[in-house]
């Protein structure tokens, strides 16, 4: 089951980025080329049926599987990254995070008034970054088609906060 495969793959770090939390690391993930091929499989069949017309990946661990999900669904892929990193014209937004606040971006007109757009993240936690992801896409007109995730930890209702946007929230692990 690919679920527990990602499970004995993903490794804690305690106190990272700060006191008290519990990193959950996908990195070693990568080591395994046949699971990150058959986690991208899982995650586009999810998705073949859903009309997106655009997968966003949030920076920096979003990129990863989230350029590759978008290329097996033929889809454009676009990165929302962190202030002052991208290099044109962007759409910004401010959030809280588990342990701190930060602002992420996307350059402006990537997202179409009326584009269906699907959220990739490496890790729902709170939910706080997902939901800036979602508010950049309505800014701009767009409609949140749903969210993808590797790891779901479900004990921090992150999901609850993203219900707004879409009921399509999917993951491969939780805990």
Known sequence: MIEERIKSAVRDVPDFPSPGILFKDITPIFLDPQLCKDMVAEMSGFYRDKSI??????????????????????????????????????????????????????????????????????????????????????????????????VELSFLNGRDKLLRYSENIHNLAGW
Request: net charge negative.
């Open 53 to 150: 017309d655009l997968v966003i990946g949030v920076e920096s661990r979003g990129f990863f599987f989230g350029l590759e999900l978008a290329k097996l669904l033929n889809l454009p892929f676009a990165p929302v990254r962190k202030k002052g990193k991208l290099p044109a014209e962007t759409v910004s937004v401010n959030y809280d995070l588990e342990y701190g606040s930060a602002v992420i971006e996307i350059h402006k007109g990537i997202i179409k008034p009326g584009m269906k757009v699907l959220v990739h993240d490496d890790l729902l936690a709170t939910g706080g970054t997902a939901a800036a992801a979602a508010e950049l896409i309505l800014m701009q007109g767009g409609i949140v088609g749903g969210f993808d995730f590797i």
